[in-house]
């Protein structure tokens, strides 16, 4: 039962639920009315809608299982309680999880690929693959690129829904473009909102670890730049995220969306005004650890705001 629980800790599985959950809504809230309107199917439908939550769930456990793997020494310092592999699952047991998990998604994304006209997502999720993997041998350790890969790879997850459905964009527009408008401007709110959000936490992770990065020969910002420096890159994106959001709000109240405004302004924007003031004052990797975990719960009620858009549609 220990190594059951390890191997989920392992796979970071609260991550995964994350990344099925932000695939499931987008689908179901966002593209799904959008098609549905003009009486179009979309290409991911039915069963093959899981079958992508599937492939890229897989290929994000792949990627959190070898970032362990090579991060084994800097883990236990920055967490040694934490640590699973050598402890409960051995070395070689995590490599071939890594392998498995990654080619089963490059298969399912093959087969899809195989029932559509999309024909991406087969090498999308061996790219993917391959970048995470890079990332955790290299890209982590180098100034500000690991940082991007992560969020850029995390809001892909949001845009690769769109682009499978690009070659449809014709059917929409022939029917009204206003539909593909609308979807590009959700891809693109969510994605965007993916993209920030993801950065600020992995910078604020990287100030959480950097004693242990350090001692490794990390790269990170807060090594190279210093920590106030950091606070100030990371304040910035928060500042940004925030007025976009705020602006977004000027928006909504003109479509008298009431009560999609009263979410974000009560679920999102004042949860990240509090990690804003939080993140002066942390100090320690304990208080950089709060500031992380609140930008998780930010990212998970911005998730949880798609379901408005299928209420309003």
Not at 61 to 85: H, R, S
Not at 153 to 168: F, G, K, P, R, S
Not at 230 to 253: D, E, G, H, N, P
């Amino acid at each position: 039962m220990n190594k059951i629980i390890a191997f989920f800790r392992l796979a970071r599985w609260s991550n995964l639920v994350f990344v099925a959950l932000t695939q499931w809504m987008f689908i179901y809230c966002i593209v799904q009315p959008i098609f549905k309107a003009k009486n179009i199917q979309p290409n991911i439908h039915g069963s093959l809608i899981y079958l992508l939550i599937l492939s890229y769930v897989l290929v994000a456990a792949a990627g959190y299982i070898i970032n362990d793997y090579f991060d084994l020494n800097i883990d236990q310092i920055n967490k040694p309680e934490k640590v699973t592999i050598d402890r409960y699952i051995g070395r070689r047991w995590a490599i071939f999880f890594h392998l498995l998990f990654t080619l089963s998604s490059i298969g399912i994304g093959i087969y899809i690929d195989t029932q559509t006209h999309v024909h991406i997502l087969g090498l999308c999720n061996f790219l993917n693959g391959l970048l995470l993997f890079i990332y955790s041998l290299s890209f982590k350790k180098k100034l500000l690129v690991g940082n991007l890969l992560i969020a850029f790879m995390l809001a892909w997850v949001i845009v690769v829904i769109t682009c499978c459905e690009a070659n449809q964009f014709s059917l929409l527009t022939r029917s009204t473009i206003i539909n593909t408008q609308k979807l590009l401007r959700y891809t693109i709110l969510y994605g965007g909102f993916a993209f920030i959000i993801n950065l600020i936490r992995e910078v604020i992770k990287d100030m959480e670890d950097v004693e242990g990065d350090r001692l490794y020969g990390c790269r990170t910002m807060p090594i190279a730049w210093g920590m106030n420096a950091t606070k100030v890159f990371v304040a910035v994106w928060m500042v940004v995220l925030i007025s976009i959001l705020a602006l977004l709000q000027f928006y909504a109240f003109q479509l008298q969306w009431w009560f999609f405004s009263l979410y974000c302004i009560v679920a999102v924007i004042i949860p990240l005004v509090n990690a804003f003031k939080k993140l002066s004052n942390a100090q320690t990797a304990k208080d950089f650890h709060a500031v992380s975990s609140l930008i998780k719960i930010v990212m998970f009620t911005g998730i949880l705001s798609m379901v408005f858009f299928k209420i309003y549609a």
